[in-house]
């Protein structure tokens, strides 16, 4: 039972132009949304969160949007650059069942063409 | 980056042996996670850790036992590998408890023959 979905294994976007990756959740009870980065061979690297009492969250170039009654949120990125190929994961916690652990979707490989 | 290092980062063992993986931080954080990723499954959760001497088990946790004697250090012991335990393994610290942003360690290769 796959609580977090991301069902693009990978998309390809224009550099200068608007990347959006798509990530769909089951569990009513996740309150907080995080996305990570991923270049092959290294950790995930932490991008940008959302709490389940804003709808949007933005930090410069990347901006995440929260839809709770369709169970869905979006990171988008703009404009892409380069450096943004990589493997983005969209994860998910409910912090009213103590701090237990992320639950991840399978990732969504980000490739920027020049 | 936060200050997290994992030991060895990469190994091969054999089925049935014994393997010890480290994870060590720097930033005093109460919380800390061990992961595996997959081709297929992203990163799942197998062991974590609220405090010295406090763990619980994740999604994953057959085959897995942890311990946590100080709070710099979280170890993840595989009793007998087995070659289903071929994968990534990352390590990851929080502070928070409500909202748990989590920082990763740079992950250990395992290659079980």
């Known amino acids: 039972d796959q609580q977090v979905k991301q069902n693009s294994p990978s998309l390809s976007v224009q550099e200068g132009r608007i990347s959006i990756l798509n990530c769909d959740y089951t569990?009513?009870?996740?309150?907080?949304f995080l996305w990570y980065k991923k270049y092959p061979a290294e950790g995930p690297t932490f991008l940008i969160s959302?709490?389940?009492?804003?709808d949007k969250n933005e930090d410069g170039r990347f901006t995440v949007f929260l839809n709770k009654s369709a169970k869905h949120l979006s990171l988008h990125i703009v404009p892409s650059q380069p450096g943004d190929s990589a493997v983005y994961f969209c994860?998910?916690?409910?912090?009213?069942?103590?701090?237990?652990?992320?639950?991840f979707g399978k990732g969504t490989h980000l490739i920027i063409q020049p | 980056d936060a200050g997290i290092t994992q030991s060895p980062r990469h190994k091969v063992t054999e089925t049935g042996t014994p393997v010890t993986l480290r994870c060590h931080q720097t930033?005093?954080?109460?919380?800390m996670y061990w992961y595996r990723q997959d081709p297929g499954h992203g990163l799942r959760l197998i062991h974590y850790?609220?405090?010295?001497?406090?763990?619980d088990k994740g999604e994953v946790s057959d085959g897995y036992s942890v311990s946590r004697s100080k709070t710099e250090d979280f170890l993840l012991t595989l009793e007998s590998a087995t070659s289903s335990q071929t994968s990534v393994y990352f390590c990851?610290?929080?502070?928070?408890?409500?909202?748990?942003?989590?920082?990763f360690g740079p992950g250990t290769r395992l290659l079980v023959l």
């Open positions: 990851a610290i929080s502070e928070l408890l409500q909202g748990e942003t989590q920082y």
């Open positions: 569990n009513s009870m996740f309150d907080y």
């Open positions: 959302i709490s389940s009492i804003k």
């Open positions: 994860a998910a916690s409910d912090s009213g069942g103590g701090a237990d652990g992320l639950t």
């Open positions: 930033e005093n954080h109460r919380y």
């Open positions: 850790s609220y405090g010295v001497k406090d763990t």
